[in-house]
């Protein structure tokens, strides 16, 4: 028998009304979620998507279990899966307001970082920084103190001057360094275990332009003068090859230029796949003179384009990731002997690894928090190889340069490392305990860092 639009609407609202069979539809109907690499995979009991933060509250207030704020599903932890319910605040989204003077920007939490830059163009405001890619939400983003690139800029969560928290009993509380200095601390890199956030105010800049330039270089040659390089650009990078001498290097300053930025060509970007495809074909131990010999051929590039369009890329290509955040001072040889402990292993991976710096600042969360600038290091794997034997292999090296690991990227660390890492890591636990006795934020993953 075939059911018209109206009749299949109507019979779905009844069954609404009867909380027992939602609750078991949910279980049976409800689609998996799964993170943007396809390493995380939840069944929820139930999504909730509110329209407003008083829909927010009143969800809050009436209903009991775990819940999972998520954003757009960017980090490849396990900070989002729940069997309980999952709340998406992409309905709330958008610029709210914007002082001129101050040059501050409110925006709705839920509004992807790609989504920010042409409105903030429109009142004379750009962001300070990005991340590599701007398909995050704000809120999710600033809760794993998501960074760019640059020693003399902070993570994102270090440009938020104040913000809206619904504790997970409901409660709109307006968070500020004068209202409540600790909780705003906290806050900032939340993890997503204090409540949800709404809304968040960033400090901006005017808008400017940025020209990048791409080469390749010896890795040896641009350690050898990373500190001065990272002083003298806004933003200074390395990608260094596996089983290679060479990396891929960045350098990004403002300027004053015309906006020059044709897109990547799709010649050159299928070259550079067929490249490393063949790589793959190889015995490890005999692709450093192939590498080589294709790294050297590499021409070097040049965008000029306004900030947005060049702090941040599009990555096509789906894989998992681990970063750990070690000491400046200890940068340099811990890549080097993660760089070295791949081609002693021999171990099978094509994908560069990532080398940048990122100011410290002072909320109690993020991998810089605290008294000293970092440098952040990251290595990968395609979705749907197993990343479990080669980052196994890797992490105890972060550790032994003092490493903290991304929250947002794959770690295995728990409670009784992350509290001798951080500082303020007891003060954290104690304020989540108070804002959620229940316990209601805590999904298995977050039990293990908060509860051990
Ligand atoms: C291709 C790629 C590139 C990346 N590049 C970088 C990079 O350059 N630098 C870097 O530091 N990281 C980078 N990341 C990691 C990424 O920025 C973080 O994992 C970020 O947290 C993802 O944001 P999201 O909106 O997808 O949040 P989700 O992954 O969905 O959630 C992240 C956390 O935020 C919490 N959360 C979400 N919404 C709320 C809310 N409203 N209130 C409270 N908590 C909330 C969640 O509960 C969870 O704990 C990259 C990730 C990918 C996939």
């Not at 500020?176 to 809304?199: E, K, M, W, Y």
């Not at 008294?371 to 990343?387: F, L, N, P, V």
Request: charged share 20%; proline share 6%; with cysteine.
């Amino acid at each position: 028998m075939k059911h018209s639009r109206r009749q299949f609407m109507a019979s779905s609202a009844l069954l609404g009304l009867f909380a027992p069979w939602q609750s078991v539809l949910g279980q049976q109907f409800n689609t998996p979620w799964r993170n943007w690499s396809g390493g995380q995979v939840c069944q929820p009991a139930g999504r909730f998507s509110p329209a407003s933060e008083d829909d927010l509250s009143s969800f809050l207030r009436s209903t009991a279990g775990e819940i999972r704020p998520v954003g757009s599903g960017h980090s490849f932890s396990a900070l989002v899966p729940t069997d309980g319910h999952l709340v998406i605040i992409d309905q709330l989204r958008g610029l709210l307001n914007h002082d001129a003077e101050l040059m501050q920007a409110t925006f709705a939490a839920g509004t992807r970082l790609g989504d920010m830059g042409s409105p903030l163009a429109r009142v004379g405001q750009a962001m300070l920084n990005l991340p590599d890619i701007d398909r995050q939400t704000l809120a999710g983003a600033t809760a794993t103190a998501t960074h760019g690139t640059g020693i003399a800029f902070t993570c994102l969560s270090g440009f938020v001057t104040s913000l809206r928290l619904v504790t997970p009993g409901g409660e709109v509380i307006d968070v500020s360094p004068t209202s409540d200095a600790d909780l705003f601390n906290a806050a900032r890199v939340s993890l997503g275990a204090l409540g949800i956030v709404t809304q968040m105010t960033l400090q901006n800049r005017t808008p400017y332009k940025l020209k990048a330039k791409n080469w390749v270089q010896p890795i040896e040659e641009v350690l050898e003068t990373f500190d001065e390089s990272a002083a003298k650009h806004r933003h200074f990078e390395m990608f260094p090859l596996t089983h290679s001498d060479y990396a891929l290097t960045l350098a990004i300053d403002e300027t004053d230029e015309d906006i020059n930025n044709p897109p990547p060509s799709p010649e050159d970007e299928a070259a550079f796949g067929e490249a490393m495809a063949f790589w793959a074909t190889l015995p490890p131990k005999e692709r450093l003179p192939q590498i080589n010999a294709l790294a050297e051929q590499i021409e070097p590039t040049e965008a000029v384009d306004e900030s947005h369009k060049i702090l941040s890329n599009i990555r096509n290509g789906r894989f998992n990731e681990m970063e750990y955040s070690v000491p400046l001072e200890a940068g340099a040889d811990c890549l080097r002997e993660i760089l070295r402990t791949i081609i002693d292993k021999e171990i099978d991976v094509v994908f560069p690894l990532e080398y940048r710096y990122v100011k410290r600042d002072d909320t109690w969360l993020s991998m810089s928090a605290g008294h000293e600038d970092h440098a952040a290091i990251s290595i990968h794997r395609m979705a749907g190889e197993d990343y479990r034997p080669y980052f196994d292999l890797i992490e105890p090296i972060f550790w032994k340069y003092g490493g903290r690991p991304h929250w947002g990227k794959v770690h295995s660390l728990g409670k009784v490392q992350l509290e001798q890492l951080y500082p303020k890591f007891r003060d954290f636990q104690a304020l989540r305990a108070e804002l959620d006795p229940a316990g209601r934020m805590l999904n298995p993953h977050l039990k293990k860092i908060f509860l051990g």
